[in-house]
């Protein structure tokens, strides 16, 4: 669970920076310097030193390499978060694929977000790579990771309704899942509570730091029962396979009902952008369309959701209390496109019964077998 950080407007931000390499501490240190917000309050060159300096220096949120001497990045995630959980932040080299998985155990282990190292102080690169650094600092200290916590009075919250009671215009035909901030995590509990044999296609979207989709559906795939894999152009949608946009493209469903990967310029700040892909749902399956809104920060996916919910389709967003950060869910809410707000442990098994079609009934009142064939577009 996670509640927002006693860090208020105003203060600073107290860094801890975790990597055995000088070089890349002083980059990353010359990158937090331009933000006045941020101050690095201390630097450890293993998990160990990190132990032992967190209790002194008290920081808001801790940068973390992955390979390290003594104690490595996964072995420091899983100890911190059992002891005295931090928002963690994951800098690692996105292009060696050796490390894709220890970066993902990372994340299941409790770290919150991902970034790939800087390559250099070229200005070029600099600039862009500090923007990316000081934003995922500035959304990971307004979390605190921690057992439990209470409502806040300004939740927004709905009753919870009984799984295999949501109610749906149309057979569904399609799920869209997006996320940003905790989606990793959310989509691998998610997408690892379907069935082998679940009778819908899945499309996903998740914001990821560039170099590290692929990484992303590889690890997936390895925790779950459906097919996770990346969209291929072109290609139609199957049943029972959650799909990815290749790294740095938007994904959609065309006209044809074929995916359609793109490289367009990012819309609202993003590519892959979760309001593409839904509003493309919304276009080729009507009211067949599910739209899902995890944790996030910003606002993208709202106007998507809204754009299926305007077709008669199904919406579902996160609720506030098991949302990292609440963004997106919270943006989709207040623009009226969610039919349902649901904790993310719900949202899988709600996602299993509505994938099992109501079957008709002869006039003798037994059941007629249903193709699956026929929710394809």
């Known amino acids: 669970m996670i509640q927002p950080s006693a860090n208020g407007v105003g203060s600073v931000i107290r860094v801890l920076l975790v990597d055995d390499s000088p070089i890349a501490v002083e980059i990353v240190r010359r990158m937090l310097a331009t933000a006045p917000e941020i101050e690095v309050v201390g630097t450890a060159s293993n998990g160990l030193e990190a132990l032992e300096l967190i209790p ?185 396979t959650a799909y990815f946009p290749p790294n740095d493209r938007h994904l959609e469903i065309d006209d044809a009902g074929a995916f359609r990967c793109s490289s367009a310029l990012p819309f609202g700040g993003h590519r892959p952008s979760v309001d593409i892909a839904f509003t493309s749902l919304a276009r080729s399956y009507g009211p067949g369309a599910v739209g899902v809104l995890l944790t996030g920060m910003g606002q993208d996916g709202a106007q998507g959701m809204l754009n299926i919910a305007r077709v008669g389709g199904l919406t579902i967003a996160q609720d506030e209390e098991s949302s990292v950060v609440f963004g997106m869910p919270k943006r989709a809410i207040e623009l009226g496109a969610v039919r349902h707000v649901l904790p993310l442990q719900q949202i899988g098994p709600v996602l299993c019964d509505i994938g099992i079609p109501k079957m008709p009934r002869d006039q003798f009142g037994t059941t007629i077998p249903i193709s699956y064939k026929s929710q394809r577009p």
């Open 56 to 240: 002194r220096v008290r920081p808001d949120v801790i940068c973390t390499d992955l390979h390290m001497p003594k104690m490595d990045g996964v072995e420091l995630t899983r100890i911190v978060m059992s002891r005295s959980p931090l928002p963690i932040l994951v800098l690692s080299v996105s292009v060696q694929a050796e490390q894709e998985h220890n970066i993902f155990q990372m994340l299941e282990a409790g770290a919150l977000d991902i970034l790939a190292k800087p390559r250099g102080g070229l200005e070029s690169d600099f600039g862009i790579t500090a923007h990316d650094l000081i934003t995922k600092i500035k959304i990971l200290a307004g979390v605190k990771v921690i057992g439990r916590r209470a409502t806040s009075a300004n939740a927004i919250t709905q009753p919870i309704l009984p799984l295999h009671s949501l109610p749906t215009t149309s057979a569904p035909r399609i799920v869209g899942i997006g996320a940003s901030t905790g989606g990793p995590q959310a989509l691998e509990r998610i997408l690892g509570q379907l069935p082998r044999d679940y009778p819908l296609p899945l499309l996903c979207v998740q914001h990821i730091a560039e170099g590290f989709m692929q990484g992303l559906v590889d690890w997936l795939a390895g925790s779950c029962r459906i097919q996770v894999r990346t969209a291929v152009e072109g290609a139609q949608p199957l049943a029972g």
